[in-house]
């Protein structure tokens, strides 16, 4: 009886967060969710395909696509897809990374390409003398040559850097990003923080500059950049733990990135966000959606984290089971334009 009341509870709880947000919320231009599976096992390079590691299948993106998803972050290990630095790209990795870039585009949709890396190389960070920074530029000189053709193609210039302070990341990305402009690519290009990249602590310095303090300058000469932060819900915000602080938890944490993107007339973009299926993680995961449609003059869209066939129970999964949508889908679809 306990546990069939608090199930009841959770679906009317869905229910009324549903209505309310189709109500009046108008999707942003980039909704969709991280498709990991990739990435998986950077220990193990290269790997064996579809055991260490798998891209997604069509039958997982047409799912999304299905319900009006039009972005997905497409994770992978930069190791498998360049063996040494200054080596041409492996042709096998490559053409699956392409087989994915290809589907997910040919249907209209948005991929974000996430060299999945958090700022190392074989474990080497970038900008050490092993990793320079033009080695990571050199990746998106070859990656922006490939793509720069395809407007729906997006390049995350790299996932959650950390062990770096602000303004050596800064020299780091700026030099991606004029890489990337060299090729006269035009392409969305994102553009994290260090230190994990996390909303909540954008504004916070470390021994040295705040990510918005050092990047407050940063230019795209196209003028197509968005920076790319990352917000998890849980007490110390690491996204590993399925109970949420609070229902207002993830709207307050954006806060203070929102006013910095507005002050220095930038754009936003949440590329990781996630929270587990309670009622007060359900309600937080709604009103932080909320606070991104509400302030849309700066957030130009958000990825979920996670989803793919190989995540088994995890509580952050969005991928569908026998029992159809998981709950926390159920709520980002009220903020989703219907397919």
């Not at 940063?218 to 849980?234: I, T």
């Amino acid at each position: 009886m306990r546990t069939k009341g608090k199930h009841l509870f959770v679906l009317t709880t869905l229910m009324a967060l549903s209505c309310q947000a189709s109500a009046t919320a108008e999707p942003l231009p980039y909704v969709g969710v991280n498709l990991a599976g990739a990435e998986f096992q950077g220990s193990r390079i290269p790997g064996k395909v579809n055991s260490d590691y798998a891209y997604p299948f069509p039958k997982d993106i047409d799912y999304f696509l299905d319900r009006g998803m039009n972005t997905f972050r497409l994770p992978f290990r930069w190791e498998r897809l360049q063996l040494n630095l200054g080596w041409d790209f492996e042709e096998e990795e490559l053409a699956r990374l392409n087989s994915v870039v290809s589907y997910i585009t040919g249907r209209g949709a948005y991929v974000i390409l996430d060299p999945h890396n958090y700022a190392r190389y074989f474990g080497k960070k970038i900008g050490s003398k092993e990793v320079p920074a033009s080695a990571l530029a050199e990746l998106w000189k070859k990656l922006a040559s490939l793509y720069k053709d395809n407007q729906r193609v997006i390049f995350g210039i790299m996932n959650e850097p950390h062990g770096l302070s602000a303004e050596e990341w800064r020299t780091i990305a700026e030099a991606s990003i004029a890489a990337v402009r060299s090729t006269g690519a035009k392409n969305v290009v994102l553009v994290p923080g260090t230190a994990w990249t996390g909303a909540h602590s954008w504004l916070r310095a470390r021994g040295g500059a705040s990510n918005g303090e050092a990047l407050r300058t940063l230019s795209d000469p196209a003028g197509n950049m968005l920076f790319e932060v990352h917000q998890y819900l849980d007490n110390d915000f690491s996204g590993t733990k399925d109970e949420c602080q609070n229902a207002d938890i993830g709207a307050e944490k954006l806060k203070a990135f929102t006013g910095w993107l507005r002050e220095n007339k930038q754009r936003g973009f949440l590329g990781e966000f996630g929270a587990g299926s309670s009622s007060v993680c359900l309600e937080a995961l709604d009103r932080m959606l909320r606070y991104m449609a509400d302030n849309s003059d700066v957030w130009q869209g958000w990825t979920y984290w996670a989803a793919g066939s190989r995540w088994g129970n995890y509580p952050f999964s969005i991928q569908p089971s026998a029992e159809g949508d998981k709950p926390q889908m159920k709520v980002l679809t009220g903020y989703i334009r219907s397919p």
